[in-house]
Structures are given as C-alpha cells and as structure tokens.
C-alpha cells in the first residue's frame, strides 16, 4: 500500500512564506515525477509545479519566481517552497506522484495525497 503525506498547510499573511512537505510511504519500488496541484472554491484543479526524476522542473506562470519545489529522493518527499504569497495563492494544494509500486511492478500509476488547505490573508 503506497501513500502521499502531506504536511505544511496553514494561514499566512500575503506576503509571508510556508514549506509544503509531501512524503510517499509504502512499497515503492521508484518514483518518476512529483509535483504539486492547487484547487480553488469552485476552480477547477490547476498544476502548480513540477519536478522529473532527473530534477528537471516546471511552474506555473503565477508562480514562477515566487514558489520552489525540490526533492529528497533518499526520503521520497518533495517540497514546495513558497514565497511571497498572495490571496490568489489560497486553495487546496495536492501532492501527486507518478511511481512504480513493489507489488505492481513495472505498472506506473499516479498517486494522491490527501490536500492540504494554504490561506492567504490579505
């Protein structure tokens, strides 16, 4: 059994920053790209960043130079970094992960973490 763990929502000011963790737990045999996703109320659900397994990334333009996501895959987690946040950032964010389970190996399927609520206050 493979999950997504997510940590890290919260209320921010707009302008303030907050980290955004996602763990994969489980009987991973390997993990190609992670990223994150936001939905707003009554928004459809939008990609928010990227990353490969070779660490290549890739953002939203709304984002772009304000939000980081990274990895750590010894610990199968990925980050997100987000800077100088705006009301228009308050949302739903989800992690996802396209990964090799041991036990469906070499099928890759997509995982969902579960969300967690970023508020922004302006």
């Known amino acids: 059994q493979v999950q997504l763990v997510e940590s890290g929502g919260g209320l921010v000011q707009a302008g303030g920053s907050l980290r955004l963790s996602c763990a994969a737990v489980g009987s991973i045999f390997s993990i190609n790209a992670m990223g994150w996703y936001r939905q707003a109320p009554g928004k459809q659900r939008e990609l928010v960043a990227v990353i490969t397994s070779g660490d290549s990334t890739n953002y939203a333009d709304s984002v772009k130079g304000r939000f980081t996501i990274s990895r750590d895959n010894a610990k199968n987690t990925v980050y997100l970094q987000m800077n100088s946040l705006k009301p228009e950032d308050t949302a739903v964010y989800y992690c996802?992960?396209?990964?090799?389970?041991?036990?469906?190996?070499?099928?890759?399927?997509?995982?969902w973490g579960q969300g967690t609520q970023v508020t922004v206050s302006s």
């Open positions: 996802n992960a396209d990964l090799v389970a041991r036990g469906t190996f070499p099928k890759i399927n997509d995982f």
